[in-house]
């Protein structure tokens, strides 16, 4: 038998050149024109899985991009441990502020990762971190160490809302039946300081369309004599925050949980430098909203952010015109206890009841979900601070995080599951942004830990 540092050792090239791989198929799922590499990352998923020693991998079709369920049952007496991921990427725009192109990935040394950093898009949200999991189980059948049974739901489509995901989860309860769902989609304080995300934020999501004249007009002949839709948007947009950056939408906080003087006193226990924090950004103060520090805006306050505006004349030169259309994208990160479809509505009606004469306003939504909060006291947070403290040698600091992953209350609520968030990025990777990158020893490290869980879980599951 194998220890799983020494498997490691003697593997890491290929763990390494097999990710590599995978970063090299554009799987953009908002993109149709993707749509062939998308599915030609399922197949290389479902590859992936049987290698690795499950015994049944199927392609699950869809409405949209396929789900890949694999699955290895060694005695049905034993716990059920079921792996979510993502093989779907973000767009990897814009391509002129990359170092390197998004979809060739390279290996670089940085100030915090000297051992280097895997550069690409979806090195770390979410291709890495879900492929920490199938070397896992590589490992751990290798060397029959699989202490339980194991199933994999890895999707196409998170990127995008997980659209199709909720109808697959409704219709295969017996299928996805599980004792803890285990997801790697998240990151940890430091690589010295080990975590464990207890809470996500909720989403919602939604594009407007300002319209005002039928048509685009000279600015000089109609300039201030008609409405201007990117003037109005951009009025309308700023509206939405209050001197205190306090949102203005009516009833947006009627749920909105207030923590405890105490609950706040130990989310600031957390290792943080507001200094490292800026210079890691390159700016020279914080911006949000009043009577909150910086991470409790960014995990247990809700936000509104334009994620996207674009209206009349972009490009080289000057062209004199009112545009007949202005467009927004928005989306708002939403604490537990926000429902995401009565925050869409609330949006809806206030935009519309704010826009002036003279112009139409038209709210499309696009997607949500809601936040959820993982209790410290289950079995399957103490298995994953237990493995963490195998590996890292200290106990990891439960985290609230600012990030959204809509399934994970579908989960609980169709599969009566908790989940476990063992994420192994750092808020430094570059998520969603050029440049992203997952340092190589991270990737190892929880290929290293993520066994542990398996034995610990199955051992307080006795």
Request: with cysteine.
């Amino acid at each position: 038998m194998q220890s799983i540092k020494s498997y490691i050792d003697d593997n890491k090239d290929r763990f390494l050149s097999e990710l590599i791989d995978l970063l090299k198929i554009p799987s953009i799922s908002a993109d149709s024109a993707y749509k062939g590499d998308v599915l030609k990352t399922a197949d290389a998923v479902k590859l992936s899985l049987e290698k690795a020693g499950c015994d049944h991998v199927e392609i699950c079709e869809t409405e949209g991009y396929p789900i890949v369920y694999g699955e290895k049952i060694i005695d049905k007496k034993l716990p059920t441990i079921l792996v979510y991921g993502h093989y779907d990427v973000q767009p990897p725009d814009p391509l002129d502020l990359w170092n390197s192109p998004p979809f060739d990935p390279i290996i670089q040394k940085t100030e915090l990762h000297p051992e280097g950093a895997i550069f690409a898009r979806g090195a770390c949200d979410d291709k890495g971190q879900m492929y920490m999991h199938v070397k896992a189980m590589e490992y751990m059948t290798t060397n029959n160490e699989l202490p339980c049974n194991v199933k994999f739901m890895i999707e196409g489509e998170e990127e995008v809302g997980s659209v199709n995901l909720s109808t697959f989860v409704k219709n295969n309860h017996e299928k996805l039946k599980n004792d803890v769902i285990l997801i790697s989609d998240t990151g940890m304080i430091a690589p010295d300081v080990p975590s464990i995300t207890t809470g996500l934020r909720g989403l919602s999501y939604v594009e407007v369309e300002v319209t005002g004249p039928n048509r685009d007009l000279h600015s000089g002949l109609y300039g201030g004599a008609v409405a201007n839709p990117i003037n109005v948007l951009t009025k309308m947009i700023a509206s939405l925050h209050d001197e205190n950056n306090h949102i203005t939408i009516p009833g947006f906080y009627d749920k909105v949980e207030d923590l405890s003087d105490a609950e706040r006193a130990e989310m600031a226990k957390a290792p943080f430098s507001l200094d490292a924090y800026k210079k890691s950004l390159d700016i020279d103060a914080v911006y949000g909203e009043a009577g909150y520090s910086t991470n409790e805006r960014n995990s247990i306050r809700p936000t509104l952010d334009v994620n996207g505006i674009w209206g009349g004349y972009t490009g080289e030169g000057a062209k004199t015109v009112i545009a007949s259309k202005a467009y927004a994208k928005i989306s708002m990160r939403l604490v537990p206890h926000q429902e995401w479809e009565e925050i869409t509505e609330l949006f809806k009606t206030h935009f519309e009841n704010i826009a002036p004469k003279g112009v139409t306003v038209k709210v499309t939504p696009h997607h949500g979900g809601q936040g959820y909060v993982t209790p410290i006291d289950s079995l399957g947070y103490k298995a994953a601070s237990k493995a963490y403290e195998q590996t890292f040698g200290k106990t990891p600091i439960p985290q609230r995080s600012g990030g959204s992953i809509p399934i994970v209350s579908l989960f609980e609520e169709e599969l009566n599951s908790k989940t476990i968030l063992m994420g192994f990025g750092l808020d430094s990777d570059a998520i969603h942004s050029p440049n992203e990158h997952f340092g190589v020893w991270n990737y190892l490290k929880g290929i290293e830990t993520i066994p542990h869980f398996y034995k610990y879980f199955t051992e307080l599951s006795k």
